[in-house]
């Protein structure tokens, strides 16, 4: 039997979600909503407001979509999962009570605490004079944390006294964040190395993804303001699987355990943020989705049917089927606007997409058709992927067919990987 497939969102990680799903014997339809010009090439883009839902259920409907995949954290925060599934709809994602150790810190760092999960030490405050009393008795640099959903830019790494009051005037004074910052983490700054990890989850039974690692600063070197990410490589290649296995038992097993416990079953991916610490894996942050551009690298070497293994953890029968993932290595490079992550132009022309090339397959985000033409309309304009025997490999022929395209203003990082590979 064959399935239709409606994908919520519009990045990179949804073109690659559809790109996989598109090669399921088990798929003939895709819907993206809103998509890009990517997706609308493989599938049909859907033009209905995010935060419709009641719309979303009525197109779901009358277009018999068999399973609804939820790509941004914005919506699992703003409930689709629960309406829909309330309409009787098939979704993968996460309630927004299981979504909530994403879209707040304060839940997420309280509920590590109870269950003993590895964190940077932390103390919450909604109150300024007694947050600015508690930074000055701290040492530097230290963390401060909107609550809630700030597209990746709510956290500030202040590097003394009075880079930290002015953190915390910005996020609770001028509230830059909105209510994001009306409580906010002050917590401890962590030293090492900074991996992702994905989780594929059913509400008890749990797969995890090889590793990753995400470039999250605009600049080579780790340098410039932070990004919703520059480039990811999988699997890291000095992570081995004792540290798998000790990520897999201290962090995410408690974590599904946690929540389950608390009535908030986990249905989705889990995608932990850590820093690999002298003192073994730490949590920085929880994400409840698939990272982008994480995503764009997996979807490069998983080998099983998506479908598949969505409809899986729908069904909460993850357990009874296998995953399987080539042993080769990915990554992805981000193609970014001139300006990104500040502000930035949109429509201006993409060139050097035509040229096809089965070593690197490009992946659209912030791209949309214009009287028949590819035109940026996004930070993140596009992710090349490549595939090799090794790191260096894919990283190669990622580079190369960067070189043939063009958009005016165009920047990404050329050390991609470097700092893994030479590990
Ligand atoms: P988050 O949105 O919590 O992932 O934070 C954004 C970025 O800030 C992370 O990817 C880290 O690079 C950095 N960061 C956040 N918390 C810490 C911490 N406690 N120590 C060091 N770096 C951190
Ligand atoms: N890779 C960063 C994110 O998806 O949040």
Known sequence: MTHSV??????????????????????????????????????????????????????????????????????????????LEAAGISIFGPTKAAAEIEWSKVFAKEFMQAEGIPTAEFQVFSDQKEANEYVKRQNFPVVIKASGLARGKGVIIAKNLLEAEKAIQDLMEHKIFGEAGKEIVIEEFLRGD?????????????????????????????????????????????????????????????????????????????????MITNHGPKVIEFNARFGDPEAQSYMRVLKTDLFEILSACVEARLDQIKIEWTYESACCVVLASGGYPGEYKK???????????????????????????????GGRVLGVTATGKDLSSALGKAYARIKMIRFGGMQYRRDIGAKSSGK
């Open 347 to 377: 429509g201006i022309s993409i060139d050097g997409l035509e040229t096809t090339s089965s070593d690197a397959i490009i992946f659209h985000a912030g791209t949309k058709m214009q009287d028949g033409a590819i035109v940026t309309n």
């Open 194 to 274: 900074e991996i992702s990890i994905h989780v594929f989850c059913d509400g008890k039974n749990i797969a995890m993804f090889p590793s990753a690692q995400d470039h999250k600063q605009i600049f080579d070197n780790d340098e410039g303001p932070n990004t919703g990410g520059m480039g990811t490589i999988t699997p890291v290649p000095w992570v081995n699987k004792t540290l798998m296995d000790q990520i897999k038992r201290t962090i995410v097993l408690p974590t599904i355990r946690g929540l389950e416990k608390r009535g908030r079953k986990f249905v989705g991916v889990l995608y932990p943020g850590l």
């Open 6 to 83: 409606l994908i919520i969102g519009g990045g990179g990680r949804e073109h690659a979600l559809a790109c996989k799903l598109q090669q399921s014997p088990n798929v003939e339809r895709i819907f993206i909503l809103p998509g890009n010009a990517g997706t609308g090439m493989i599938g049909e883009n859907v033009e209905i407001g995010i935060k419709n839902h009641a719309k979303i259920v009525e197109f779901v409907k009358e277009n018999n979509i068999d399973l609804v995949v939820v790509g941004p954290d914005d919506p699992l925060a703003d409930s689709m999962v629960d309406d």
